[in-house]
């Protein structure tokens, strides 16, 4: 009985809740910010490799209506992918040349920020 008698101040002063509120929601809002940073890079990885991909196909396909033969439009791709910091053959990033007026550039779909480097 008498520690039920302790409580019942306890119970009416709710000066402390805030702060247990706080406490139990500050872990929950961490991590939310943290997937958060996490979601950015993601997106700005993805942006940095697709424009890798479009400006080493625009310059292959530059060379090629310049009339470079395909070897050379290849080289001219392989030489902007570079620049990104991506090699052609390592980690599944590859140059493919299927016609004269097509030339692809594939970067694996798990491509992450690790294997490039910013401009």
Not at 26 to 40: Q, Y
Not at 88 to 97: F, L
Not at 105 to 117: A, K
């Amino acid at each position: 009985m008498r520690v039920c008698r302790l409580c019942v101040p306890l119970k009416a002063n709710i000066a402390g809740n805030v702060l247990t509120i706080t406490a139990f929601c500050l872990p929950l809002v961490i991590g939310a910010v943290g997937f958060a940073v996490d979601v950015a890079g993601w997106q700005q990885t993805k942006r940095m490799l697709q424009g890798a991909a479009d400006s080493a196909a625009f310059s292959a396909a530059t060379a090629s209506a310049a009339g470079a033969t395909s070897t050379r439009a290849s080289e001219e791709a392989k030489a902007v992918l570079s620049t990104y910091g991506i090699v052609d053959g390592s980690n599944g990033a590859t140059v493919i040349r299927q016609s004269r007026a097509e030339q692809l550039v594939r970067l694996p779909e798990r491509w992450n920020q690790h294997h490039c480097r910013s401009l």
